[in-house]
């Protein structure tokens, strides 16, 4: 159950990163993730399309609705009503400018948010228009104020008043004119008629051209102002007009970008997560591995090696006790040496190999101790490893054996005569980075090899073939056919329970070593991070 549960926490984090990713990429941040998953509208958040597409057209409507009620009555409101209504326009434009602005990635992503960017769309477009027609009023109120404002025209009836006048001072003149000169001077001198009769012709035909004049003017400024006012009355209709087709341009479309879209996207992409490793194990279960089980296996030639190790008496056991012949010598890690007897010769054996120094100590073969004497009994046992058994195998004259350094804890081997030990690559073997070893190391007779194993070593013959784990793998004849094979069953390795190749060995008259249980005292099992790295580094150089 516990399995269950952090399966499933783990997949619910994986979901809400996979969420916050398309939130991200689409939208270019997470704050609507995080703030469409709080809340008590949850579930209002999660509608679709069609949800919003109802809502978008219901907001369309009541826009239209509210802007002829605006219209209709802005046609009856006073002139000081509509310049009120004017910067109240302005005022709220710039508000509804300073709000989209701040709207952030929610707007396009919860429906709450797509709806109110909707509604301050329509509202904006309205504003707009609004405002277009308010100012198309204001200007046709000032032309109709400016055409109010003109002086009066005069009428023809003053005009001919004012031509009679002038007229009938001209015909006085005229008769003046028409008496003899002695008549008019004497006239002239006592009534000043003369001057009289001009003075009053200036004066009445002036008044004349003046209101002929200003009946001209007045007549093009009065066509003028109302020029004015119909071409304020055509903006008031273009503007209203356009108004009303405003509405109808505003782009209200809800795209597939909704929170549910993004919840739909993380929920596929989720489920192509948790299948992508299993078709991925598939694959490689039955197409991959059957081809580099066809793949040559790894066979180790050494010249003069022809024969095999010899099968220990015994199983391996918690202690070994070593009884040393003439001309012989043992040399035996430091916590593997028990008990020793008090007249042996004992000194240091600095490196096991000298010849290979690096492997020496990456195997923790370095600082031995060494021990000679004939009949000397030396018992080899694991004083640390609660869990560690040893077994003993012999390799005669001739004899060879694939081994890891790092399982050999002691040997016996003819004085004055090391062990032999060469080094074998295999760079260009399929097998070998398949089992990620790409050198092995031939220990070679005569020699006693002391090894162990957590829980023990076994060490039996090949036969007709061993299948084995990699990490159980010891050592092997050199004459062996080392390769790999697909994992007899499908199905832990699908679950991750097995790995996808196991080690094989053919048949053969050489002997296999194994170790019973390779994680045997490891804190923790399978060791990662860096240790797990360093035993990897470390099987690549067959230590």
């Excluded at 505003?250 to 997560?273: P, S």
């Excluded at 000397?376 to 004083?383: G, H, L, Q, R």
């Excluded at 023990?456 to 013959?461: C, H, L, M, P």
Aim: glycine share 8%.
């Amino acid at each position: 159950m516990k399995a269950i549960a952090g399966w499933i926490g783990r997949h619910l984090v994986v979901f809400a990163l996979l969420v916050c990713a398309i939130a991200f990429v689409q939208q270019g941040g997470l704050a609507a993730t995080r703030h469409a998953l709080s809340g008590d509208s949850v579930a209002g958040e999660l509608s679709g399309p069609a949800e919003i597409g109802e809502r978008l057209t219901e907001l369309r409507a009541e826009a239209k609705a509210d802007l002829a009620s605006n219209l209709d009555q802005w046609e009856e409101a006073t002139s000081a009503k509509r310049r009120e209504a004017l910067e109240s326009r302005k005022r709220e434009l710039a508000a509804i400018d300073r709000q989209l602005e701040q709207r952030g990635v929610l707007g396009s992503v919860l429906p709450s948010r797509i709806i109110e960017g909707a509604r301050l769309k329509l509202r904006r477009a309205v504003m707009e228009r609004e405002i277009a027609v308010l100012e198309a009023r204001v200007d046709l109120d000032n032309a109709k104020q400016a055409a109010a404002n003109l002086a009066a025209i005069p009428g023809p009836a003053a005009i001919a008043e004012a031509r009679a006048q002038c007229d009938a001072v001209n015909a006085e003149i005229h008769r003046f004119n028409a008496r003899s000169r002695p008549v008019k001077a004497t006239r002239n001198r006592l009534t000043g008629e003369a001057d009289k009769l001009t003075a009053q012709s200036k004066e009445a035909c002036g008044r004349l051209n003046r209101m002929v004049e200003q009946r001209r003017q007045r007549l093009a400024a009065s066509q003028a102002a109302q020029a004015q006012v119909e071409a304020a009355r055509r903006s008031v209709d273009d503007a209203e007009r356009s108004a009303r087709a405003a509405i109808k341009e505003v782009r209200l479309a809800a795209k597939g970008n909704t929170l549910r879209d993004i919840l739909v996207k993380a929920a596929i992409a989720l489920v192509a997560i948790i299948l992508t490793p299993y078709l991925i194990r598939f694959f490689l279960y039955y197409i991959v591995a059957p081809l580099a089980e066809r793949r040559a296996a790894i066979r180790l030639t050494v010249p003069g090696g022809s024969q095999a190790p010899m099968l220990p008496t015994v199983p391996s056991r918690i202690s070994i006790p070593v009884e040393l012949g003439a001309s012989e010598e043992l040399l035996v890690r430091q916590h593997y040496l028990q008990t020793t007897s008090l007249t042996g010769t004992k000194r240091t054996r600095w490196l096991l190999d000298y010849r290979h120094p690096v492997s020496s100590i990456a195997a923790g073969l370095a600082f031995l101790t060494r021990v000679e004497g004939a009949g000397e009994t030396t018992t080899i046992s694991a004083v640390e490893d609660p869990f560690a058994e040893l077994a003993e195998l012999e390799l005669p004259a001739g004899a060879s054996c694939v081994l890891h350094p790092r399982a050999l804890v002691a040997l016996v081997q003819p004085a004055g005569s090391p062990m032999r030990i060469t080094s074998h690559w295999r760079l260009f073997s399929l097998n070998a980075w398949l089992t990620l070893q790409l050198r092995y190391l031939v220990f070679h007779g005569p020699v006693r090899l002391i090894v162990k194993g957590g829980r023990g070593v076994r060490i039996e013959q090949a036969r007709s073939g061993r299948i084995f784990g990699q990490d159980q793998l010891v050592g092997f004849s050199a004459d062996l056919a080392y390769s790999v094979t697909r994992n007899e069953t499908f199905a832990p390795y699908l679950f991750g329970q097995e790995p996808l190749f196991k080690d094989k060995v053919e048949s053969g008259r050489g002997v296999l070593v194994i170790e019973e249980a390779p994680l045997a005292g490891r804190k923790g099992g399978v060791r990662r991070g860096l240790e797990g790295a360093m035993d990897a580094f470390l099987k690549v150089f067959g230590i």
